[in-house]
């Protein structure tokens, strides 16, 4: 089992940053490929960005590509998500999730955090 807790959320104007964390516990947190998803009011859950288990490689939704970087700190099991100009759009409830690198679908969710942008 892996716990996963987020942090760094809350509400800023448009144009602003927020940099989220995500603490990991329970197993060798680098064994795990890494992502951040993101749900608004209404909308279905979507890809934000995910990380290899190095941070290595990293991939992106075009809606935050140029935005938004993902990076982890393996010593410290933790993730991050960096986001600056921040849109209203943005806003939604952000969760990260855990996968072995042999698996394709994720398995390990936090309870998310939310990020608010106002106009």
């Known amino acids: 089992q892996v716990q996963l807790v987020e942090s760094g959320g809350g509400l800023v104007q448009a144009g602003g940053s927020l940099r989220l964390s995500c603490a990991a516990s329970?197993?060798?947190?680098?064994?795990?490929?890494m992502g951040w998803f993101r749900q608004a009011p209404g909308k279905e859950r979507e890809f934000v960005a995910g990380?290899?288990?190095?941070?290595?490689?990293?991939n992106y939704a075009d809606s935050v590509k140029g935005r938004f970087t993902i990076s982890r700190d393996n010593a410290k099991n933790t993730m991050y998500l960096q986001m600056n100009g921040l849109k209203p759009e943005d806003t939604a409830v952000y969760t990260c999730?855990?996968?072995?690198?042999?698996?394709?679908?994720?398995?390990?969710w936090g309870q998310g955090t939310q990020v608010t942008v106002s106009s």
């Open positions: 999730a855990g996968r072995n690198i042999f698996r394709s679908e994720y398995e390990y």
């Open positions: 990380i290899s288990w190095s941070g290595a490689n990293t």
């Open positions: 329970g197993r060798t947190f680098s064994n795990y490929q």
